[in-house]
């Protein structure tokens, strides 16, 4: 698997969701994230529903009230029904090692007998945190994080990202989503297949204190992933919300310190 497909696990659904879709009378209308939909070129005339397809090859229907569902029912189920687990899930004993954010108020405890850090680019871009197993060199992870507007709960998270997945069925199959704690911490979980990398991938979603969200993420071979899930769950049961010294470019513009100046020999 070469790096630049591990590095998809990333923040890949992390931006605004919107989607363009075409009627099919050819006009065109911007779908959003909250199932409501606009225009982009002024007033569709009378209607009661209307049929729309997106780019993603995902049929939707839109109505007059400017919403919209998907018109596949098994679909639209996904997006409206995520249930709570009530299981607590915690930390794994053998995640002895921390790695820390130094955008959000997050990190992650991982067994470094079972991972290697490949890679660490906190300065610049959404992805934190690149892993691989450090024997099963088909198992890949990351974490990152993103900033969140206004008031952002965890659903409206669950929306976007679901929303983005669930409108390119061609690349992804949705396996599982759900709430759960981790930690004690309110996650978002969602377990689908890339099609295109013919891997099973889990992510976890968590909002921290200082209103950003970290993303943690594992995945595996499809063929493979039922023996490899305990290792992937392990490592994203890792995440944490933890207090940590931001990411600041530090350029030093104070003079040096003069050296001290000897004092005169009065003898």
Same mark, same amino acid.
């Given at each position: 698997?070469?790096?630049?497909?591990?590095?998809?696990?990333?923040l890949?659904?992390?931006?605004?969701?919107?989607?363009?879709?075409? /009627?099919?009378?050819? +006009?065109? *209308?911007?779908l959003?994230? =909250?199932? !409501? $939909? &606009?225009?982009?070129?002024?007033?569709?005339?009378?209607?009661?529903?209307?049929?729309a397809? /997106?780019?993603g090859? +995902?049929? *939707?229907?839109?109505?007059? =009230?400017? !919403? $919209? &569902?998907?018109?596949?029912?098994?679909?639209?189920?996904?997006?409206?029904?995520?249930?709570?687990?009530?299981?607590?899930?915690?930390?794994?004993?053998?995640?002895?090692?921390?790695?820390?954010?130094?955008?959000?108020?997050?990190?992650?405890?991982?067994?470094p007998?079972?991972?290697t850090?490949?890679?660490?680019?906190?300065?610049?871009?959404?992805?934190?945190f690149?892993?691989?197993?450090?024997?099963?060199?088909?198992?890949?992870?990351?974490?990152?994080?993103?900033?969140?507007?206004?008031?952002?709960?965890?659903?409206?998270?669950?929306d976007?990202?679901?929303?983005?997945?669930?409108?390119?069925?061609?690349?992804?199959?949705?396996?599982?989503?759900?709430?759960?704690?981790?930690?004690?911490?309110?996650?978002?979980?969602?377990?689908?297949?890339?099609?295109?990398?013919?891997?099973?991938?889990?992510?976890?979603?968590?909002?921290?204190?200082?209103?950003?969200?970290?993303?943690?993420?594992?995945?595996?071979?499809?063929?493979?992933?039922?023996?490899?899930?305990?290792?992937?769950?392990?490592?994203?049961?890792?995440?944490?919300?933890?207090?940590?010294e931001?990411?600041?470019?530090?350029?030093?513009?104070?003079?040096?310190?003069?050296p001290?100046?000897?004092?005169?020999?009065?003898?």
């Amino acid at each position: 698997m070469k790096p630049a497909l591990y590095l998809s696990f990333l923040l890949c659904w992390s931006v605004l969701f919107s989607q363009t879709a075409i /009627t099919n009378d050819g +006009q065109e *209308v911007m779908l959003l994230e =909250d199932k !409501t $939909w &606009k225009s982009s070129r002024g007033d569709l005339g009378e209607f009661s529903t209307m049929e729309a397809f /997106t780019a993603g090859d +995902q049929k *939707v229907i839109i109505s007059s =009230d400017n !919403t $919209w &569902k998907f018109m596949n029912k098994a679909t639209e189920g996904l997006y409206e029904n995520t249930a709570m687990n009530s299981k607590a899930y915690t930390t794994s004993k053998t995640a002895l090692s921390l790695a820390q954010s130094k955008r959000v108020d997050a990190g992650f405890y991982y067994d470094p007998k079972k991972w290697t850090i490949l890679q660490e680019q906190q300065e610049y871009s959404r992805g934190e945190f690149s892993l691989q197993g450090a024997l099963n060199k088909d198992l890949y992870a990351s974490f990152g994080s993103f900033s969140l507007e206004g008031e952002a709960t965890l659903k409206n998270v669950k929306d976007i990202v679901l929303t983005g997945f669930l409108m390119n069925p061609s690349h992804y199959k949705i396996k599982k989503t759900e709430f759960r704690k981790v930690n004690g911490n309110e996650v978002f979980y969602i377990r689908y297949h890339d099609i295109d990398m013919d891997y099973d991938v889990i992510h976890y979603y968590l909002i921290t204190e200082d209103k950003a969200c970290a993303q943690i993420s594992a995945g595996s071979p499809e063929k493979n992933f039922a023996s490899n899930e305990k290792d992937l769950q392990d490592f994203l049961n890792g995440v944490i919300k933890i207090k940590t010294e931001k990411y600041v470019e530090k350029i030093n513009v104070e003079a040096p310190v003069p050296p001290p100046v000897p004092s005169k020999n009065q003898n």
